[in-house]
């Protein structure tokens, strides 16, 4: 990693902090939700419904919840399982149009 001033290392994803299971979970929820058209877009970006891809980041998290399954402390667990069913929730919903 190179060194940098203070203050010019903003947004430079080396800088980044460090990602543990929950927030890499969160983020893939985050990514599934402006998939639904739920949340924007990072930086406001325009971008498309796209139910096909949000089914798939729910997948996703489903064969994490299952193969980490017995592996995760109790608020991870809970974290994961509220998530999938609350993604599950809005896209059944953006299915019929709600």
């Known amino acids: 990693m190179s060194e940098t001033r203070d203050g010019d290392?903003?947004?430079?994803?080396?800088?980044?902090?460090?990602i543990d299971f929950s927030t890499f979970v969160m983020s893939l929820g985050s990514s599934a939700m402006?998939?639904?058209g739920k949340l924007d877009a990072p930086e406001g970006a325009e971008v498309a419904v796209d139910l096909a891809a949000a089914k798939q980041i729910i997948d996703i998290l489903g064969i994490l919840e299952e193969k980490t399954k017995g592996n995760l402390n109790d608020s991870e667990a809970k974290l994961i399982q509220s998530l999938?069913?609350?993604?599950r929730i809005q896209y059944v919903d953006a299915q019929s149009g709600k």
């Open 84 to 87: 999938l069913y609350d993604l």
């Open 9 to 18: 290392d903003a947004g430079r994803p080396d800088c980044l902090a460090p």
């Open 34 to 36: 402006v998939n639904l």
